[in-house]
């Protein structure tokens, strides 16, 4: 298990100096992402912020001040995609991180050397942090999950196997996308509540979800399960993820088997994926009301209900085209925190794979929608205009019940706790353009 260690001390600082104020990235985060130099014809390849910097792993990797398990690490990071580093398993990546923590301390003796591998943020263009074989999206906030059920099934709106199993469906990894997507308003049949047939044309109920995104680390055969005690080895890191979603499209299409075209034509990420480790003192305790079912003995372990869950907070802001035109800022729709979660990261894999499931690495598993107990704390515009009976206020005096073609959508997400650094995720944004019709 991956606990608290030396790369997470509070008074740790970096020669990078901008990392020790105000950063989402100080030397006790360290996430990953895949760069390279804006407008260069170069090849992508892993990359670990540092305050307003990244330190190029593959440049870092040919100055050989590494042996043994990091420098093979920052081998398999040298690549144009993180799937390999990742599927490296837990030990490599902590053994990389420490190496990493060292080498980037205000008193390291590589400094001279490393200063050379630095890029600034602003001169550097993301690239997908890996390939995503499959991509599967959970519902693990139980408020969100019962808000939307009971817009779309009043008099039943939690199905009983919601407390036993995560729930969960298979995605479409082929249209995610990294921050600074822009995509068309999707196009689909829809049928209004009062229409006698169904119509085809622009979505007309256009949402966003604000989620975590799991990615998978270390590889699983087909028919080889995960025990709970062991599912975190298997996940490498967490991202920000907006699953976008056409409501209309939804509500029509999605009995008996689940959402489908209202979910395919975009998501994205943020770029900067957030390592299991990095995030070890932001763990918290993972429980059920007494009156719940308690989870099954495969999905439960001592260390999933002391440390499960993850004590992350939320984010989510709206700009529309009039806010950018008037240089207006951006504003605040909601906030959560992933500790909200019904079911924790190791259940989620435990379960995915107990069936025999193979995970591969760079798999992505997305959380479901973080709306939490209150309603200011809702995860979607659905939840926040009540399936879109109530618009919400925006402070420049537009109102929104779902979302407008030039509307940008952007989430952040940090970690903070007494006695802990503050870490941060960057943000992921992402732009709705005219429906081609
Ligand atoms: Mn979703």
Same mark, same amino acid.
């Given at each position: 298990m991956l606990m608290i260690n030396e790369?997470? &001390?509070?008074?740790l600082t970096s020669w990078v100096t901008s990392a020790n104020s105000k950063s989402d990235f100080p030397i006790q985060n360290l996430p990953f992402a895949i760069v390279k130099r804006k407008g260069q014809k170069e090849a992508f390849r892993g990359g670990v912020a540092i305050g307003d910097q990244v330190i190029d792993l593959a440049a870092v990797a040919k100055l050989k001040l590494f042996s043994g398990v990091p420098q093979e690490a920052l081998e398999a990071a040298s690549q144009s995609t993180l799937n390999d580093l990742m599927d490296l398993g837990d030990e490599a990546n902590s053994a990389l991180r420490l190496a990493l923590s060292k080498a980037l301390?205000? &008193?390291? $003796?590589?400094q001279t050397a490393l200063a050379p591998t630095l890029i600034s943020q602003g001169d550097i263009e993301f690239g997908m942090?890996?390939?995503?074989?499959d991509y599967t999206d959970f519902y693990t906030s139980i408020y969100h999950a019962t808000a939307v059920g009971k817009l779309f099934r009043p008099d039943n709106p939690l199905l009983p196997n919601y407390k036993w199993i995560p729930i969960g469906y298979h995605g479409r990894s082929s249209t995610i996308g990294i921050s600074g997507q822009q995509f068309h308003r999707p196009v689909g049949q829809t049928k209004a509540p009062d229409a006698l047939e169904p119509s085809f044309g622009p979505c007309k109920r256009l949402d966003y979800e604000l989620e975590m995104g799991l990615f998978v680390g270390k590889s699983t055969q087909m028919g080889e399960i995960i025990k709970i005690e062991n599912a975190e080895q298997h996940l490498f890191g967490v991202c920000i993820f907006n699953d976008w979603s056409a409501r209309d499209i939804q509500a029509w299409e999605?009995? $008996?088997?689940?959402?489908?075209l209202a979910k395919s034509f975009a998501s994205t990420i943020s770029p900067w994926i957030v390592t299991m480790e990095a995030l070890a003192p932001y763990r918290s305790e993972f429980t059920r009301p007494e009156t719940d079912p308690q989870t099954m003995s495969h999905l439960t372990s001592e260390h999933n209900s002391r440390y499960g869950g993850l004590d992350i907070d939320l984010s989510c802001f709206i700009q529309t085209k009039t806010m950018r035109e008037n240089q207006q800022t951006m504003a605040q729709l909601s906030q959560s925190n992933f500790k909200y979660s019904y079911w924790t990261p190791a259940q989620l894999i435990t379960h995915h794979a107990s069936n025999g499931c193979a995970m591969r690495s760079g798999d992505l598993l997305g959380s479901g929608t973080q709306s939490g107990p209150t309603d200011e704390e809702a995860g979607s515009l659905l939840e926040l205009s009540k399936g879109g009976k109530t618009p919400v206020d925006l402070p420049n005096g537009e109102k929104r019940t779902f979302l407008e073609d030039g509307d940008s959508i952007i989430m952040r997400a940090s970690c903070s706790k007494q006695g802990a650094a503050r870490i941060g995720f960057g943000e992921v944004e992402a732009t709705i353009l005219p429906a081609i019709v």
């Open positions: 790369t997470h &001390d509070v008074n301390r205000a &008193d390291s $003796p590589l942090p890996c390939q995503i074989g999605y009995q $008996p088997l689940g959402p489908f």
